[in-house]
């Protein structure tokens, strides 16, 4: 995967809304769309194990995740801050004309997606939909300069 590096920091805009995928300061737990203010909670390190990718926050020491066991992901399941690492598959972009990244539980159809057909409104849930050609489900990766003292 090009698009993405092994260890880098990124921010993730949705192509559909604008707004960042954002742990919420709030609960620690939500995961939402919000305007992009360069905040480390909406920093995001990819680290690859050969196997898939795991995405955790240089904020607090959590994963993006989702609610409940991996084997009951379906539509509508929420994306949250988990404490262990959770494996995601990360593609280029199949939506025509929209640039950036497609983020998939690891081996299933459902794509991390910005609800509501990717509503711009802050606090938007982040969710798992099953992959369609909606650029609501597809992010721009945004690398982020950071000290590496962030790296866990």
């Not at 898939?52 to 949250?80: F, H, M, P, Q, T």
């Not at 409104?121 to 690398?143: D, K, S, Y």
Request: proline share 3%; with cysteine; net charge neutral.
């Amino acid at each position: 995967m090009s698009r993405i590096q092994n260890k880098h920091i990124y921010t993730l805009r949705n192509c559909q809304g604008g707004t960042v995928a954002d742990l919420s300061g709030g609960d620690k737990y939500s995961i939402i769309g919000y305007h992009s203010h360069n905040g480390p909670n909406q920093a995001w390190i990819f680290q690859n194990d050969g196997d898939g990718w795991s995405i955790k926050s240089v904020w607090v020491d959590k994963y993006l995740g989702i609610e409940g066991d991996v084997n009951d992901a379906g539509n509508g399941r929420k994306v949250v801050a988990v404490s262990s690492p959770f494996k995601w598959d990360v593609q280029d972009s199949d939506v025509e004309g929209v640039e950036g990244i497609r983020i998939l539980v690891h081996g299933k159809k459902f794509s991390m997606d910005l609800s509501d057909k990717g509503n711009a409104a802050e606090g938007t849930p982040i969710q798992l939909w099953t992959r369609w050609h909606g650029a609501n489900q597809i992010w721009a990766p945004v690398e982020r300069k950071w000290c590496v003292d962030f790296i866990r």
